[in-house]
């Protein structure tokens, strides 16, 4: 939702217009950041402890020593081609946070093939065929992975690995420095006295924090830090690469920019720590308002990601060298030319420990399977939710809402979803109405869904601490809220005013949320109201950078600070849940949330937060897309028309074609913009608005399609083109065009005023056809097409079948019968293949085997359909009406039916200059096989 960073008092909340770097720290105000990114490349002091070395079935463990602690080490061979590299203290003070909710489980291991074990190194293999080897090198310590016999990721090879080891107070430094723009008060008494010697090593290997306090003050804040200094670092460098992606959320470039050394476009590493950003500036590494430790290296020969397990606040540095003066000269088993290109990065956070998977492809897809394995994919979301929403803050009433329905009635425009944001609430208490203005609400529910229309309310994590209020009473009563440092409840400022937090990090108490959902509990809600999970980075507005104090202590004694990243999870997974169980499990969920972390994707959608109608920011909504879709997030928009301001006409047009084409379509505006629903435009603005609206009705069997995919594989519905042309370098660092799914192309007009528009087509021997013109067009070039605010840039591939509906409905419950359209695009062999996927479009059913799933081949002058999966028992009422076929060379004399061991003509029309066969009312039933024969 909105994030006015403000300034609060018991009656007023007073807007700041824009972002203001003030309120968030840099690199050299965090002192845990600073004293992890002033180390310089070396030769690591951490070694593997001799004798230590254990080879078991599917892991290698040893202990490793960095004279001052020791630390146990392992190294999993999972299966897939992925392993896991985890390093705790031996001996801590205190248990270190491990993240195990961001898994679906325990990961599957695999056997490993001990290759060879000396004294400086043991090597096993592992993964398909044995395709994976990993090498942990003994002194100094540092972990290889190789693929087909290529270093693909080394892990300490530059020497940076930190790993603060938990101490008591006495060790502190007397007389500590001031880091720089910091305010530190006094430490613990006592001090640890060290030699010389002792003093000189800790400054060169950084084995302790130099000089660092246990309490750290930013601004007016005081973090109290109790267990003391513990960040953990380590380089992660990709040899043979020029391009990395990933590590969301930031309004920057899909191929991320360079941050230290030669060539940095950014002076500030890349920063993972969900906050709640005012009108955040583009291009830019701040932290926004989710994190997914994820990164994938791409280069036109392989493909491997890392995950970085960890929830607490991270940075990132990339930068590049080239590889035979770097890693590559410390192994005698890798030759390297002059010229391999070699990325580095240096990842670190504040708490937790290290463990990292690394997935070692060896293609894109490759990965999202083995990612996916690890987090879960996307479930499939009912259909509902990937139709068309309407949101604002705030329609004021019931009357209001109504208002707004007539109009997309009156003016025939489809939309499955209203949405009302905070101000539907008695006083800002969630899970109530304002009886003044929402007087009936389930009337007013009802009557959505008697035009097929369901609505979506918006239910944050922090509750208003008003006495007589149902839910503080109960979280008060039963201690569910987060305490603060002091073991009270932590408390602090948000929409509602005075305000606290629920401790989602709690299975029990997630449970209580869950009930909360509940129709006896949630009065006035039906089964066709869904969730909105806003401000859950969490956002505190009276907070050290707009969040909760990281010295907060949460379910199971853990500060804030090892959980920060992943509490937003945490809110729409009991939501989720809460939504199942009141259907008594037969309904699937639907929730959007702000705040996201790996694993996000098991629970709902996410969006862009705070955008800006300007032109920069609907161009910049490509790249921020992609990047959540590679990292496991599919299920993503951006507000279209953005959030704040005013969008001229042209722009808002050119924002609905391009949110109609991306995963998550939804028009949302703050409270003092101008009233923006489409039907409220003059004609042709309205027209156009609408024809983008339809377009995506009309496609939703091929979005359906691609969800269904992505539930089972991992891949983005929305995915960059390097994805499916992995070896065209012309693709990897394009960003504002995208692949929807593996058969569409699409390059959404981002600037005003333009007459032509460059669309680069990859595949040299690819064909490619425009889906208005149907013109065809060789790949392996880029075009310049012409454009006009009617024309959306789009194209299907060659090779490739598209299902749709063409008939315009209110929403998309109204469609679920309706006859398709198959649109063939030939290949240069005058081939085509494609699948639907099938439901009832609602349920949990099709996990008891209610689906369809229908498989599309041409070949040979021959359309075919079958069944996809004989297992699947759906029933669909819909049938083919039409099938399109581009790229028929010559006009047929006549096109045969053969269904059901009977033939049957059908009547068609051939366009010599499109070569587009039309072959009209097969009308057989979209689950029967059929063929059809052209001659």
Same mark, same amino acid.
């Given at each position: 939702?909105? &994030? ?7 009656? &007023? ?48 463990t040893?202990?490793?020593?960095n ?7 392992e ?13 705790n +203290?031996?001996s ?36 398909d065929?044995?395709?994976a ?15 087909d ?8 090879? #530059? ?8 101490r008591?107070?006495?060790?502190? &430094? ?13 430490g ?5 006295e ?25 601004k007016t ?20 690469? +020029?391009?990395?992606y990933g ?42 308002y ?6 994938? &290296?791409?280069?036109a ?20 060298? $080239? ?21 580095? *990065? ?31 994919p ?16 705030n ?17 025939d ?14 006083g ?8 003044a ?5 389930? +009337?007013?529910l ?12 918006i ?27 002091n073991g ?23 449970k209580?949320?869950?009930?909360q ?8 809600s ?16 009276n ?7 990281k010295d ?8 804030h ?9 945490f ?35 996410? @969006?862009?937060?705070?955008? *800006? ?8 909504s490509?790249?921020? $897309? ?6 496991? $997030? ?32 939804r ?14 435009? +003059? ?5 156009r ?6 377009? #995506? ?24 083109? @390097? ?6 370098a ?28 460059d ?8 064909? @490619?056809?425009?889906?208005?013109? $149907? ?20 194209f ?8 749709t509906?063409?008939?315009? #409905? =209110?929403s ?13 695009a ?10 639907l ?58 096109? *045969? ?18 070569? =587009? ?5 097969p ?13």
């Amino acid at each position: 939702m909105r &994030a006015l960073h403000v300034l609060i008092s018991a009656c &007023a909340v007073i807007s700041v217009l824009g972002v203001d770097r003030n309120n968030f720290k840099t690199c050299g105000e965090s002192s845990f950041c600073k004293r992890n990114r002033d180390l310089e490349p070396k030769e690591s002091t951490y070694h593997v402890v001799p004798g230590t070395i254990n080879v078991e079935s599917d892991k290698v463990t040893f202990e490793l020593f960095n004279n001052e602690a020791t630390f146990i080490g392992e190294v999993f061979t999972l299966v897939d081609n992925t392993a896991r590299l985890m390093i705790n +203290e031996k001996s801590p003070l205190h248990p270190r946070y491990v993240v195990k909710d961001s898994l679906v489980g325990e990961p599957k291991s695999a056997k490993l093939e001990l290759e060879e074990q000396t004294d400086s190194l043991v090597r096993v293999r592992f993964g398909d065929n044995g395709r994976a080897t990993a090498v942990v090198v003994f002194k100094p310590f540092r972990v290889d992975f190789l693929m087909d016999k290529e270093v693909v990721t080394s892990l300490n090879s #530059r020497g940076l690995m930190n790993f603060e080891h938990y101490r008591k107070p006495s060790l502190v &430094a007397q007389d500590p420095p001031v880091v720089e723009e910091q305010h530190h008060e006094e430490g613990a008494e006592g001090e640890h006295e060290h030699s010389e010697q002792e003093q000189q090593q800790q400054q060169e290997h950084h084995a302790e924090p130099r000089y660092e306090d246990w309490t750290e003050t930013y601004k007016t804040h005081t973090d109290h830090r109790p267990k003391g200094p513990s960040s953990i670092g380590m380089d992660i460098v990709f040899p043979g690469v +020029e391009h990395v992606y990933g590590i969301p959320e930031h309004a920057d470039s899909l191929s991320l920019k360079l941050t230290k050394g030669n060539g940095a476009t950014h002076s500030e590493p890349y920063r993972l720590y969900n906050l709640d950003v005012f009108e955040y500036e583009l291009d830019n590494p701040m932290a926004l308002y989710g994190s997914i430790p994820v990164m994938l &290296a791409h280069s036109a020969t392989h493909s491997t990601s890392v995950f970085w397990n960890n929830a607490a606040e991270t940075w990132i540095d990339i930068s590049n060298s $080239l590889a035979k003066s770097g890693i590559l000269s410390l192994m005698s088993y890798f030759q390297a030319n002059d010229e391999t290109p070699q990325i580095d *990065t240096h990842w670190f956070s504040e708490s937790g420990v290290i463990d990292i998977f690394v997935m070692l492809g060896p293609r894109p897809h490759d990965l999202f399977r083995q990612y996916a394995a690890l987090t879960g994919p996307t479930p499939l979301p009912p259909m509902f939710s990937i139709a068309y929403h309407q949101c604002r803050w705030n329609y004021n009433d019931q009357e209001d809402v109504y208002g707004v329905n007539k109009g997309y009635e009156d003016h025939d425009i489809p939309v499955d979803v209203i949405w009302l944001d905070i101000e539907h609430t008695d006083g800002k208490k969630y899970f109530t109405w304002d009886s003044a203005k929402f007087p009936s609400s389930k +009337e007013m529910l009802e009557k959505l869904w008697s035009y097929g229309r369901r609505m979506v309310t918006i239910i944050d994590p922090h509750i208003k601490r008003e006495d007589g209020y149902h839910i503080h009473s109960d979280a008060q009563s039963r201690s569910l809220y987060v305490k603060n440092y002091n073991g009270g409840d932590y408390e602090g400022w948000c929409w509602p005013g005075s305000s606290s937090w629920i401790d989602f990090t709690s299975p029990d108490i997630r449970k209580w949320w869950a009930e909360q959902l509940s129709f006896d509990r949630y009065g006035g809600s039906t089964g066709t109201l869904f969730t909105w999970n806003d401000m859950n980075e969490p956002s505190v507005f009276n907070g050290p950078e707009i969040t909760m104090h990281k010295d907060a202590k949460h379910h199971g004694d853990w500060e804030h600070r090892d959980v920060h990243n992943i509490y937003g999870m945490f809110q729409p997974q009991a939501t989720a849940e809460g939504q199942v169980a009141r259907s008594g499990g037969r309904d699937r969920p639907f929730v959007l949330s702000r705040a996201f972390f790996a694993g996000s994707q098991r629970f709902g959608a996410v @969006w862009t937060g705070d955008n *800006t109608g300007e032109w920069a920011h609907l161009k910049a909504s490509m790249p921020m $897309l992609l990047s959540l879709g590679i990292t496991g $997030l599919t299920f993503t928009g951006a507000d279209v028309g953005g959030f704040f301001k005013n969008p001229d006409s042209e722009l808002l047009v050119r924002w609905y074609q391009a949110g109609a084409l991306q995963p998550f379509f939804r028009a949302h505006a703050h409270l003092d913009t101008k009233r923006r629903e489409p039907y409220l435009h +003059e004609e042709n603005v309205m027209q156009r608005i609408r024809n983008a609206i339809i377009s #995506r009705y009309t496609r939703l069997p091929y979005w359906y399609t691609c969800y269904w995919h992505a539930s089972k594989t991992g891949a983005p519905t929305m995915r960059p083109l @390097w994805v499916e042309f992995p070896a065209d370098a012309s693709t990897f660092a394009i960003e504002n065009q995208y692949l929807i799914g593996s058969s569409l192309l699409a390059k959404p007009v981002t600037e005003p005023g333009v007459s032509s528009w460059d669309v680069y087509l990859p595949g040299a021997d690819e064909i @490619w056809y425009a889906t208005d013109d $149907l013109q065809r067009y060789t790949g392996g070039r880029t075009i310049s097409l012409s454009v006009n605010l009617d024309r959306v840039p789009l194209f299907q591939r060659g090779g490739s079948i598209v299902p749709t509906k063409e008939r315009i #409905r =209110r929403s998309s419950v109204h469609m679920i019968n309706d006859p398709l359209t198959l649109t063939v695009a030939l290949d240069t062999k005058g081939t085509a293949t494609g699948d639907l996927y099938m439901d009832d479009e609602t349920t949990f059913d099709h996990q008891k085997g209610v689906y369809l799933v229908r498989n599309f081949a041409y070949s040979g002058n021959t359309f075919q359909s079958r069944n996809g999966d004989p297992s699947g028992t759906y029933k669909s009422g819909a049938w083919i009406q039409r099938v399109d076929v581009l790229g028929v060379a010559s006009q047929p004399t006549t096109v *045969t039916l053969r269904h059901n061991g009977s033939e049957r003509t059908l009547a068609f029309y051939y366009s010599t200059g499109h070569q =587009r066969l039309v072959i009209r009312k097969p009308d057989v039933n979209v689950g029967d096989d059929f063929d059809i024969v052209i001659a």
